[in-house]
T-cell receptor, first 116, second 114 residues
């Protein structure tokens, strides 16, 4: 079964600093990859997704992620964070080789705290 | 804009009570999901439904059941609530056709079982 590892449970950064949130998934032939964000007291919303094509994916709010098949990674980056980026970020994978590929497997989340 | 609504934001119940959590989506999506979110554990799939009256167990179905009598509505049922079911419950929906891979989430129901 597919699994997702988010290597950092908490990431504190200062405003305007760059940030990288790391995500690794267990090996599979074909996967779709996602990053979702959860702001305090809200549900999750999609930040970006990798389905195929270019390995660099751009999402909302200035975030981007790079799919690296050889390292089975999908790290999320932003060159300059804002206080409003404070949230919990979830990496998720959909395994296309398994039946029911509409199901997502989520990582445990990374809490990003942006300090002034 | 897709909208997924959940009947309550906060709920307090007693051990042994039967609890219903309701979820409604307005985009005619075929797929609907119930997740449980706990600190340090991320989201875990309880059940999902790919059509009316169709359901499939997720990773942690024990102690839960679901009902989908209408396409837009997916209910999570705790037959006899226990304190270890205190959690945040998130509902989501997704389409069957183009864009099937994107799930849309409701705001969540925070359930406290005393």
């Amino acid at each position: 079964a597919q699994s997702v590892t988010q290597l950092d449970s908490q990431v504190p950064v200062f405003e305007e600093a760059p940030v990288e949130l790391r995500c690794n998934y267990s090996s599979s032939v074909s996967v779709y990859l996602f990053w979702y964000v959860q702001y305090p007291n809200q549900g999750l919303q999609l930040l970006l997704k990798y389905l195929s094509g270019s390995t660099l994916v751009k999402g909302i709010n200035g975030f981007e992620a790079e799919f690296n098949k050889s390292q089975t990674s999908f790290h999320l980056r932003k060159p300059s964070v804002h206080i409003s980026d404070t949230a919990e970020y979830f990496c998720a994978v959909s395994d296309l080789t398994q039946g029911g590929s509409e199901k997502l497997v989520f990582g445990k989340g990374t809490k990003l705290t942006v300090n002034p | 804009d897709v909208k997924v609504t959940q009947s309550s934001r906060y709920l307090v119940k007693r051990t042994g009570e039967k609890v219903f959590l309701e979820c409604v989506q307005d985009m005619d999506h075929e797929n609907m999901f119930w997740y449980r979110q706990d600190p340090g554990l991320g989201l875990r799939l309880i059940y999902f439904s790919y059509d009316v009256k169709m359901k499939e167990k997720g990773d942690i179905p024990e102690g839960y059941s679901v009902s989908r009598e209408k396409k837009e509505r997916f209910s999570l049922i705790l037959e006899s609530a226990s304190t270890n079911q205190t959690s945040m419950y998130l509902c989501a929906s997704s389409d069957l056709g183009a864009g099937w891979e994107t799930q849309y989430f409701g705001p969540g129901t925070r359930l406290l079982v005393l």
